[in-house]
């Protein structure tokens, strides 16, 4: 059947993060009488790098995630809790689990990325993610388990020392206080291999004053419930895994089959599909061969934008522009009440870092009245 949530002159999104979000707020901005269906399956969208102050308790969970029925009653956005699992881009139609089969004018495709272990052996039945609300509620009750053993050479093992590494990294040495070793293990040479050097010095500095043993060079060979072994053949003991090693695209099923770049969806400059003149692609299940932006929230939230552009302009009977990636700076969480940030002419760590860091991610919360109530329990609270 058709849902009566859509129409052929809709712009449909599949997949509510900060792509996904962030399109349908530009859509329904530049376009305000145009129907703007979101598919995502979450009750609610989650602000991931907040994620770590979520698990210390510095923020609450309403903060982070709000929920999508919430959000979208401020905006003329409809939001279908459902799955998609299949799209017919010749019939320019989509089908859902619940059985719906949803029609559209133009598409946009955010369905984001998922962990990719690498076909190590081990990792997928041994390891948590750092993703989701549930992988906060299950290491926030590993703390606590850890807390009151007080158990000798206890340790937990974070692979990966990317930014989702390092900063879990930080505010776990600071929950744990003693009570377990911090190992962050990491295939390369150095943390942060992409990250400004300042960054990556204070960083460095941190994980240092927080007593984490940082292992380089090291190359996971299997994943066991209590140990991890390396291909050198050393091994280290842990009451706990989380892999932050790497994620893949995740492409949804699309007839015809796109194009695909390094196991993305294959974009142009201005976010279509190679070979399509109504379907996009943003996020992390996206590139562009030609000029690949890091994937990361930055990137997405731009895109989300960038998108709200080039619908308009394609419904005015324009081409859309070229989309181009303004680098803002990174910020890094290191531990509770300490941050680095560089970007736009500013270098600073510290806690006036850290309040920033906090302050800047609050103001881009999706939906004004939620950012406003979460701002406002900030300043409160201090």
Known sequence: MTSPTSSADAVVIVGGGFGGWFAALA????????????IEPRREFLFQPLLYELLSHELQEWEVAPQY?????????????????SIDRSNH????????????????????????DFGIPGVKEHSRGFRNLSDVRELRQRIQDLLHQRRANAALAIVGAGPTGVELSCKLADLLNGSAR????????????????FNRE???????????CLHLNANVARVEADRVVF????????????????SQAKVPSVQPLPQLHRGHLAVRADLRLQDSFDVFAIGDTAM???????????????????????????????????FEFKDRGEMLSLG???????????????????????????????????????????????
């Not at 919430?70 to 998609?84: M, P, T, Y």
């Open 231 to 246: 291909a050198e053949g050393e091994e280290i003991e842990h009451q706990g895994l989380i892999w932050t090693a790497g």
């Open 93 to 116: 139609s989509l089908q859902t689990r619940s059985g719906d089969c949803i029609p559209w004018r133009q598409l946009v495709l955010a369905t984001g990325s998922q962990p990719n």
């Open 288 to 322: 562009n061969g030609e000029d690949p932006a890091p994937a990361n929230a930055q990137v997405a939230m731009q895109q989300g934008e960038a998108v709200g552009d080039a619908i308009a302009a394609l419904r005015a009977g324009e081409e859309p522009q070229t």
């Open 27 to 38: 859509i329904q901005k530049r376009l305000p009488h145009c129907r703007v269906v979101l």
């Open 69 to 85: 029925n919430e959000l979208v009653s401020h905006h003329g956005i409809c939001w279908l809790q459902d799955e998609v699992i």
């Open 182 to 197: 911090i190992h962050l293990i990491e295939k390369g040479d150095s943390i942060l291999p992409n990250s400004s050097a």
């Open 202 to 212: 204070r960083a460095t500095a941190a994980l240092e004053r927080k007593d984490v």
């Open 336 to 382: 509770i009440g300490d941050a680095t940030l560089t970007g736009l002419g500013i270098t600073l760590a510290g806690p006036l870092a850290f309040q920033l860091r906090r302050a800047a991610y609050l103001t881009r919360m999706p939906g004004l009245s939620v950012g406003v109530r979460s701002a406002g329990a900030w300043l409160l609270n201090r």
